[in-house]
């Protein structure tokens, strides 16, 4: 999904600036070393309309493939419109601009009941997996680490790591720094031409900020004072105009130290790469099947059930536990929303119940008072809890209902 989504939003990236560039062109002959540029004839008609049936169609195919492209859709219109302001003129491609808009919005209408239910209710496991409440900066700073080193970190060796650290962000800086100063940038103009929006280079600079840091921004600030939503996997998609300024950092270095840090790079990435291989990325949901499978014989227990806090971790582990077990993730989220009767669907589950799995996300925004827990820890009894690596805890009860009511919660 990641994939394909970092696609598209590159794909609506690249065709929308081509947009800008080429509108109103088909009015002038192309010079002759734009034609030699382009590799064409001067008789060649201009690319505008193929241009925008690429923009509308990989911008909704990023917003059908996930939600955050909608990040990167705002990034071009707040683009256009800074132009727009600063060059105190409307640009040529405006009429064309709000007519993709409308393409890609009358596209994607059928899905934006779907979309908009979980912003307005709380509902769906892509709101956040990175935790409750409010994101620390500590996160950006997270974000920051993947993009330069992976998912990997920790099994790399520490002076690898630092080397890596230094590397992008020396180049990161040069980047940004020289940007706009010295020779002229291929594709770049000192000053517009014509109607299309030729772009300088510092315009062409905020352009790639703005892909990098408006949607991390708005992600991290939304989690401030709406809900959780920030999750640095969600921000991969935005790897690309990271590492297209790190590689312009490269290029604007003098030739002996391009070299060197060029070998850097690559010796850096590629023990990178090795780490992330052998890092575990998503639970054992084989593993802890095969365990409870095992367990629930060698006990002789057949009524025995798994319930899930999320209940979205139902879909892995059904797969793997291929209806060996009896699987509850109908708990309504977020608990506090729901209140009793989210209460009472844990009832449901374990009513009648000689044993319950109970397996447990926790620190998570769908039950940040951990409700769901004290409700099974007053009604049964607690024999086991261990941790479960990338989700959280699994605790095993037995005797639901044979306890007091009033037991008191840890």
């Known amino acids: 999904?990641?994939?394909?989504?970092?696609l598209f939003m590159a794909a609506s990236l690249l065709a929308a600036v081509r947009l800008w560039i080429q509108s109103g062109s088909e009015t002038r002959a192309p010079s002759k070393a734009a034609v030699r540029r382009e590799g064409g004839s001067e008789t060649r008609a201009p690319m505008w309309g193929v241009w925008w049936g690429v923009y509308v169609l990989s911008s909704a195919a990023a917003l059908y493939t996930h939600y955050y492209a909608v990040f990167v859709l705002l990034v071009q219109n707040l683009f256009l419109l800074a132009l727009w302001v600063l060059r105190r003129r409307r640009p040529a491609v405006l009429w064309?601009?709000?007519?993709?808009?409308g393409a890609v919005l009358l596209l994607f209408a059928p899905w934006l009941p779907i979309f908009i239910l979980p912003i307005t209710v709380g509902g769906g496991g892509w709101i956040t997996m990175g935790g409750v409440g409010r994101p620390s900066v500590a996160v950006l700073a997270q974000t920051a680490v993947l993009y330069m080193v992976g998912l990997g970190r920790e099994t790399i060796p520490a002076m690898v790591r630092r080397l890596a650290y230094i590397l992008f962000a020396v180049l990161f800086v040069v980047s940004v720094w020289s940007w706009g100063g010295g020779e002229r940038e291929d594709g770049l103009a000192d000053e517009?031409?014509?109607d299309g929006l030729a772009l300088r280079p510092y315009e062409a600079l905020g352009l790639i900020l703005g892909y990098l840091v408006v949607p991390l921004a708005l992600a991290w600030g939304v989690s401030q004072v709406f809900k959780p939503m920030y999750s640095a996997r969600y921000m991969l998609p935005f790897l690309v105009p990271f590492v297209l300024l790190v590689a312009r950092g490269l290029a604007r270095l003098p030739e002996k130290w391009w070299q060197t840090a060029t070998v850097g790079l690559v010796l850096v990435s590629l023990v990178a790469i090795q780490a992330q291989t052998a890092s575990a990325q998503k639970p054992d949901w084989r593993g802890l099947a095969q365990q409870i499978i095992a367990r629930d014989a060698a006990d002789n227990v057949e009524d025995g059930v798994v319930l899930f806090m999320p209940g979205w971790h139902v879909k892995p582990f059904e797969y793997y536990s291929r209806d060996a077990l009896a699987l509850y993730g109908d708990v309504p989220i977020p608990v506090p929303s729901f209140g009793d009767e989210a209460l009472a669907a844990v009832d449901e589950a374990i009513s009648g119940r000689q044993r319950v799995w109970f397996v447990w996300e926790t620190d998570h925004y769908t039950d940040p008072d951990s409700a769901v827990f004290g409700h099974l820890f007053r009604h049964c009894r607690l024999i086991e809890t261990a941790p479960l690596d990338?989700?959280?805890?699994?605790?095993l009860f037995e005797a639901c209902d044979a306890l007091e009511a009033t037991a008191a919660t840890p």
């Open 192 to 194: 517009p031409a014509g």
């Open 390 to 395: 990338l989700v959280g805890q699994l605790m």
């Open 1 to 6: 999904m990641y994939t394909w989504v970092t």
């Open 96 to 101: 064309r601009w709000l007519a993709a808009q």
